[in-house]
Nanobody, 127 residues
Framework: EVQLVESGGGLVQAGGSLRLSCAASGFTFDDYSIGWFRQAPGKEREVVSCISARNGNTYYTHSVKGRFTLSSDNAKNTVYLQMNSLKPEDTAVYFC????????????????????WGEGTLVTVSS
């Protein structure tokens, strides 16, 4: 059974940091590209960042560039999203998702391309 389990969310003050984890099981982790998405109350789910399998190419949406860092530990089948300098507008439920394959560009990094999804973890940033 394919599973993606997010953890690490919580309440943090503006300017603080959190590290989210996405633990994967049930598929060959090395062959899948992973994305992080978020959904704020009343808004559509949006992409945050993606990392391609094999080549490790990363993509960040403009609003998080320079603040968030995506990394992968293939030995642990886990992807991490380090979030620094958090802002109230980062408040959302964060989801990780997976799609088979590796990519040189970021065209795979979107909601409709992803095949597997986790349940999400809530990040709340207070002002």
């Amino acid at each position: 059974e394919v599973q993606l389990v997010e953890s690490g969310g919580g309440l943090v003050q503006a300017g603080g940091s959190l590290r989210l984890s996405c633990a994967a099981s049930g598929f060959t982790f090395d062959d899948y590209s992973i994305g992080w998405f978020r959904q704020a109350p009343g808004k559509e789910r949006e992409v945050v960042s993606c990392i391609s399998a094999r080549n490790g190419n990363t993509y960040y949406t403009h609003s998080v560039k320079g603040r968030f860092t995506l990394s992968s530990d293939n030995a642990k089948n886990t992807v991490y999203l380090q979030m620094n300098s958090l802002k109230p507008e980062d408040t959302a439920v964060y989801f990780c998702a997976a799609v088979w394959g590796y990519y040189s560009g970021n065209y795979y990094c979107n909601y409709s391309s992803m095949k597997y999804w986790g349940e999400g973890t809530l990040v709340t940033v207070s002002s």
